[in-house]
């Protein structure tokens, strides 16, 4: 069945640092990829995602590429912010319409 | 407008005892989902409901599960029975058309503790 690994974490950063969070998943077919977060004390929210292989989803200065050569969606933010600080879960999305997330991994940002 | 809205936000209960958990799905939202947060199995899906069509109940984890979803808008889990290792965040999501591609719209969560 579908499934997905991602970095667990805990991930401790300062403010500035260079972010990324490794995501690799297992499905047959082509799935749509997806990365939520969580801030505390709120629910789960999309944060970007990839329909295709090659496609790069972005928001918010988070990028990350779907490479189907590598079944990879690795996570990436070039200078965090401590608002930043939440938890991140990789999904996808094969062929029906259940998503199947990773462990999701916890980031702290320091000032 | 309005988001995904679940009631309650947290809910305390002795074993043994049955529970509902309500949400509310965005209007127009003819997809709705039901995961599971725990920390020892992560986001699990639990039953998915598309329009009219019978629901897949198919990451229910037991008969003591059960979800209805009344006109094509809100539903409502019902948990009988409750064990302690029912103990987890219910979140609730909605989707425009339940297509593959869609991005889900998570409610923020009921939290259950069970005693």
């Known amino acids: 069945g579908d499934s997905v690994t991602q970095m667990e974490g805990p991930v401790t950063l300062s403010e500035e640092a260079f972010l990324t969070i490794n995501c690799t998943y297992t499905?047959?077919?082509?799935?749509?990829l997806f990365w939520y977060v969580q801030y505390p004390g709120e629910g789960l929210q999309l944060l970007l995602k990839a329909t295709k292989a090659d496609d790069k989803g972005s928001n918010k200065g988070f990028e990350a590429t779907y490479r189907k050569e590598t079944t990879s969606f690795h996570l990436e933010k070039g200078s965090v912010q401590v608002s930043d600080s939440a938890v991140y879960f990789c999904?996808?999305?094969?062929?029906?319409?259940?998503?199947?997330f990773g462990a999701g991994t916890t980031v702290t940002v320091r000032a | 407008g309005a988001g995904v809205s679940q009631s309650p936000s947290n809910k305390v209960t002795e074993k043994g005892k049955d529970v509902e958990l309500r949400c509310d799905p965005i209007?127009?939202?003819?997809?709705l989902y039901w995961y599971r947060q725990s920390l020892g199995q992560g986001l699990e899906f639990l039953i998915y409901f598309q329009g009219n069509s019978a629901p897949d109940k198919s990451g229910l984890p037991s008969d003591r599960f059960s979800a209805e979803r009344t006109g094509g808008s809100v539903s409502t889990l019902t948990i009988q029975r409750t064990q302690q290792e029912d103990s987890a965040v219910y979140l609730c999501?909605?989707?425009?058309?339940?297509?593959?591609?869609?991005?889900?719209?998570f409610g923020p969560g009921t939290r259950l503790t069970v005693l």
């Open positions: 999501a909605s989707s425009p058309g339940g297509a593959v591609r869609d991005e889900q719209f």
């Open positions: 209007s127009g939202h003819t997809a």
């Open positions: 999904a996808l999305n094969g062929n029906d319409y259940k998503l199947s």
């Open positions: 499905a047959t077919g082509y799935p749509s």
